[in-house]
């Protein structure tokens, strides 16, 4: 899933030009994440009355939500793959022709020199993955145990509880769409 959204964001930044740039990326990465992670709440809320048994998995009230929002991830899998266009990355192109070339003296000496630049690399990257990797798992920990807070300490019911962390978690769609709009008028450095 990390590899499908860094391909999303790769095609994203050469498909669409610098001035809708930012805007298109908040649209895609902001939005469509709060409104991916306030499905769960959300579902909770709707499929609150839903029990049944298919052997020995059995569906209830606590984790039919996330049957269901993990359904609608691999509808979104499918729908993203089946859509995504098939040229690929102008920059994955550019790379190829790189490496087809033969090295001369003096790219074999800045290749000793960029030892400490591939180690940097090399952190900056595994970094990029676990920050990839912990967001979503924070999260969804969060959501979790405020909702068991919620449930247990003031005795809420699932519907309050899961439309109450729902609505908590859609809030930074306003910002986002808002910081897109205002790329328009100002340079992303300048914001």
């Not at 930012?22 to 649209?27: F, H, V």
């Not at 499929?47 to 052997?55: A, E, I, K, N, R």
């Not at 940097?120 to 993955?129: D, G, I, K, N, R």
Request: charged content about 15%; hydrophobic content about 45%; glycine content about 6%.
């Amino acid at each position: 899933m990390v590899l499908l959204n860094n391909l999303h964001f790769t095609y994203l930044s050469e498909a669409v030009g610098k001035k809708h740039r930012s805007n298109a990326t908040s649209i895609v990465m902001g939005v469509s994440r709060s409104l991916g992670y306030a499905l769960g709440p959300v579902f909770a809320a709707a499929l609150v009355y839903v029990d049944f048994h298919m052997g020995e998995l059995t569906i209830d009230k606590r984790n039919n939500p996330g049957f269901f929002v993990a359904l609608l991830c691999v509808g979104q899998l499918v729908a993203v793959s089946w859509s995504f266009p098939r040229e690929g990355s102008k920059l994955m192109d550019k790379n190829k022709t790189n490496e087809r070339r033969l090295p001369s003296t003096s790219e074999a000496a800045s290749e000793d020199k960029s030892k400490r630049e591939k180690v940097m690399h090399l952190l900056t990257l595994s970094w990029f993955v676990v920050a990839v990797i912990s967001c979503p798992l924070l999260i969804c920990a969060w959501e979790l145990s405020t909702t068991k807070l919620l449930q247990g300490a003031f005795n809420w019911s699932i519907q309050s509880s899961a439309l109450l962390i729902g609505g908590i978690i859609l809030c930074p769609i306003v910002p986002l769409l808002l910081t897109g709009k205002l790329t328009y008028r100002f340079s992303d450095a300048f914001i």
